[in-house]
T-cell receptor, first 113, second 110 residues
């Protein structure tokens, strides 16, 4: 199993540009999450999904959109990038059967200039 | 203030020494997770505690949950360079969401 994979690893965007952060897991997990991590602030939940076709907002959803058309994929969309969205983004997944562990991807480091 | 407070924010420890990191919640704890993060990498699951008084160990790392104090502690015995990194605690809320502490940065001096 590859676990949770994220692409790209790094990206620099100009203000107003858009992009999609990709997240894929091969563990057949129902639950998937997007977090952002800012220095000294821990992780903040952006959006989460409890299964294909179902998504919901987390703590900091503004400026982002998600979709969950398949169990494996959970892309995060930034429509109009702003400097405040400069952060490290982590995707995670967990099984609805065994929720003891959230498995994390390696992260995407995004800079908006 | 954050719902989950970690202390200290950073810690420099001589190799071979013991250390403790704390995670205190302002709300009742139902599930408490400890993760470790190395710079530029994702989070690695360490342990999950669910019951008050529960204690788990993995190699030289021990975590305890004090339900009454709404607090968990992570203790590392005889620290090694491989223990360096950022330690994060997460608390379970609804829909298996986790909220997170700000992290404790651990540096091990050789």
């Amino acid at each position: 199993n590859a676990g949770v994979t994220q692409t790209p690893k790094f990206r620099i965007l100009k203000i107003g540009q858009s992009m999609t952060l990709q997240c894929t897991q091969d563990m057949n997990h129902n639950y998937m999450y997007w977090y952002r991590q800012d220095p000294g602030m821990g992780l903040k939940l952006i959006y989460y999904s409890v299964g294909a076709g179902i998504t919901d907002k987390g703590e900091v959803p503004n400026g982002y959109n998600v979709s969950r058309s398949t169990t494996e994929d959970f892309p995060l969309r930034l429509e109009l990038a702003a400097p405040s969205q400069t952060s490290v983004y982590f995707c995670a997944s967990t099984s609805s059967v065994n929720t003891d562990t959230q498995y994390f991807g390696p992260g995407t480091r995004l800079t908006v200039l | 203030s954050q719902e989950l407070e970690q202390s200290p924010q950073s810690l420099i420890v001589q190799e071979g020494k013991n250390l403790t990191i704390n995670c205190t919640s302002s709300k009742t704890l139902y599930g408490l997770y400890w993760y470790k993060q190395k710079y530029g990498e994702g989070l690695i699951f360490l342990m999950m505690l669910q019951k008050g008084g529960e204690e788990k160990s993995h190699e030289k790392i021990t975590a305890k949950l004090d339900e009454k104090k709404q607090q968990s502690s992570l203790h590392i015995t005889a620290s090694q360079p491989s223990h360096a990194g950022i330690y994060l605690c997460g608390a379970e809320r609804s829909n298996y969401q986790l909220i997170w502490g700000a992290g404790t940065k651990l540096i091990i001096k050789p």
